[in-house]
């Protein structure tokens, strides 16, 4: 067991495992959160981008009306100063545009690596899960064991008063075709202590004529108590 907080090393590495998780699903966040405020941001300079294509066409237009005495040569200059204004904010805005397509593919490169790294993470729960789970019934089959050792114990008493019992009378305790079985697990803690004949079990009464050494034991001690009396 863990000397720390008392817990087994498998329950601490498994905690540890999905602390490392949760806190690869934060940073996976993080970084999408990133992309998502780039993704703003690139929209919101794109949406500011002058419509250079439609002046210059309005521009064809006018210098067509020019040609064509339709319109007089003055009337260009003011459009000329719009076009080089929106020129000049285009020239201005492309490279905070290009900075911000070159952050979105980075970062969204860092979330395909995340989500790599989290699902491999994920992939290797299970194996934590499954020695979890092993040494915790190690850790329940060595409390166990003691246990059922004391139930065998008192059970065998219980045999062997009934078998007393029957000599003076008594109806047999044990109703016919009862018995306690206990089963074995293979787990390191069951290791030589099952039956030779049945290595699934580590305790099993067939039948009375098993009970003799218990009905034994119980004379003994009745008289262990100074008490004279024969049983049959």
Known sequence: ????????PEQDALLQHQAAIDAAKQQLETLQGIVSQQESTLADLQGQLPEIAALEQQHEDLLAEIATGGAEPAAAEALDKTIADARAKKAEIDPAIALCQKTISGVQRKVQDQAAA???????????????????????AQDFLPKATALIDDYKRLEGIAALLGPLGHPWLRPHGSEMVLPAFNLPAFQGKTLFHNPGLIFKLSGHGETMPFFNAEVERIKALGIEFEFA
Not at 119 to 133: I, P, R
Request: proline content about 0%; glycine content about 6%; charged content about 30%.
């Open 118 to 140: 989290l699902d491999a993470l994920k992939s290797s729960t299970g194996n934590l899960v499954k020695k979890y789970l092993l040494a915790e019934a190690e850790r329940i």
């Open 1 to 8: 067991m863990s000397k720390k907080n008392g817990n087994l």
